[in-house]
């Protein structure tokens, strides 16, 4: 697992630093684990996969993809919904894109910050 968290950190092009503000250790643990000279915790392990949207499978085994397909099953949900404007969500989505636009930088931050709670808690739902 320690040379494909060094591939994950490496494809990420973050730092030893910054791959493990991410996941809450210090860039000594990160070097540690892809050295082999530390194991990776259940906290870690599951850290890594939320934070990163990695796929848990390649990461315990390496078979199957590096990331999950959410993200891109989302996209392509996004861009359906977008090129059909009979779609009643049509407008209403371009309508937030709009308003979204003509808001401030702090107003961006707190929608921002709104949606990935939101985000988070609709997972978290899901999962129960």
């Given amino acids: 697992m320690n040379e494909r968290i060094r591939e994950l950190r490496k494809h990420l092009n973050l730092t030893l630093e910054e791959f493990g503000k991410k996941v809450g250790v ?67 989505i371009k309508a937030i894109m709009k308003t979204y636009t003509q808001t401030g930088e702090k107003e961006k931050a707190i929608i921002k910050a709104f949606a990935k709670d939101l985000h988070k808690n609709l997972k978290e739902e899901s999962q129960d």
């Fill in 26 to 92: 210090t860039k000594a643990a990160i070097g540690r684990i892809e050295k082999g000279e530390r194991s990776v915790t259940d906290q870690m392990f599951l850290s890594i996969c939320r934070e990163f949207n990695v796929n848990e499978e390649w990461l315990r085994t390496g078979e199957g993809e590096m990331f999950t397909l959410q993200e891109d099953e989302e996209a392509a949900y996004v861009s359906e919904l977008l090129e059909d404007t009979e779609n009643p969500l049509y407008d209403l």
